[in-house]
């Protein structure tokens, strides 16, 4: 039998047409078109910052809650005070203002205390009580603590104690005399007046010491002379008795007789 030269490629390429294959759901041809479509698309696996991919759930519910126009604002760590919108409650503070607000005590209020108060809402203590006039008046009557002086009352120091207890009880401010009247002194057995005549006639007597008298001197007693010499410068010596004794101290020797 003679052989007839086939070409398979022709034969094979028209069995396999497009046309004559049956598709099926696991089976299906691609157009091109698809198969670029496809290839644009993104992969299954979830987007990161490095790459495109699928959006998670997380990632979907953050992005529901972002309001639309959001951006990516970074807000500053600082803001200068003029950019600050003031309200009724919210202003901005002075150093001045923070101080005094510093100095201002918890739960302080805007309180104005009254000129005066009744003296009935005063609670007294130990070391603050009311006083009444009639009190007043009796201490405002009472010496001061001052100490007193020459030209103003006042309380007595203690260096005045202590001069007043020198002093006797009843002592004035006496002064006494330059002089005195004699009358006024008393005498006694060591103290004695003497009248200027008294005076006149003692002095005009005889010293103890010696002297000489003038005038004539009667001795009514015994007149002892003691003494080496005794001299008598007169023109009459009389004498009453006819007996003088001469060498009366002397021891006379035997059959010696007194001339007389």
Same mark, same amino acid.
């Given at each position: 039998? %003679? ?9 094979? +390429?028209?069995? $396999? ?7 099926? &759901? *696991? !089976? ?7 198969? *670029? ?22 990632? =979907?519910?953050? $992005? ?14 600082? @803001? ?5 919108? +003031? ?9 001045? +203002?923070?101080?005094? $607000?510093?100095?201002?005590? &918890?739960?302080?209020? !805007? ?5 005066? @108060? ?9 070391? /603050? ?11 405002? &009557? ?7 002086? *020459? ?9 005045? =104690? ?13 002064? @006494?005399? %330059?002089? /005195? ?9 060591? @103290?004695?007046?003497?009248? #200027? ?10 010293? %103890? ?6 005038? #004539?001197?009667?001795? *009514?007693?015994? $007149? ?29 020797? +035997? ?6």
């Amino acid at each position: 039998m %003679a052989r007839t030269k086939v070409n398979l490629a022709d034969q094979v +390429e028209d069995v $396999l047409s497009p046309s004559n294959i049956a598709q099926d &759901a *696991s !089976n299906r041809f691609v157009s091109d078109a698809e198969k *670029s479509g496809w290839t644009a698309k993104a992969t299954t696996a979830q987007a990161t910052t490095g790459a495109d991919g699928l959006m998670s759930a997380a990632d =979907k519910t953050k $992005l529901n809650g972002v309001e639309a126009g959001a951006n990516a604002y970074t807000h500053p760590a600082t @803001h200068a005070l003029d950019i600050i919108t +003031e309200t009724a409650t919210l202003k901005i503070m002075t150093d001045t +203002e923070r101080t005094k $607000l510093a100095g201002v005590a &918890a739960n302080a209020n !805007n309180y104005t205390h009254p000129a005066n @108060h009744a003296a009935t809402v005063i609670t007294e203590d130990a070391t /603050h009580r009311f006083a009444t006039d009639a009190e007043k008046t009796t201490w405002n &009557a009472k010496a001061s603590t001052a100490v007193a002086t *020459s030209g103003v009352d006042g309380l007595m120091a203690a260096a005045d =104690k202590s001069k007043l207890d020198g002093v006797a009880a009843g002592a004035n401010n006496y002064t @006494h005399p %330059a002089n /005195h009247a004699a009358t006024v002194i008393t005498e006694d057995a060591t @103290h004695r007046f003497a009248t #200027d005549a008294e005076k006149t006639a003692w002095n005009a007597k005889l010293a %103890a010491a010696g002297g000489t008298i003038s005038g #004539d001197l009667t001795v *009514s007693g015994n $007149l002892t002379i003691n003494g080496t010499t005794t001299t008598i410068d007169t023109t009459n010596l009389e004498i009453e008795d006819n007996i003088i004794v001469m060498n009366k101290n002397q021891v006379r020797p +035997e059959g010696q007789v007194a001339v007389c």
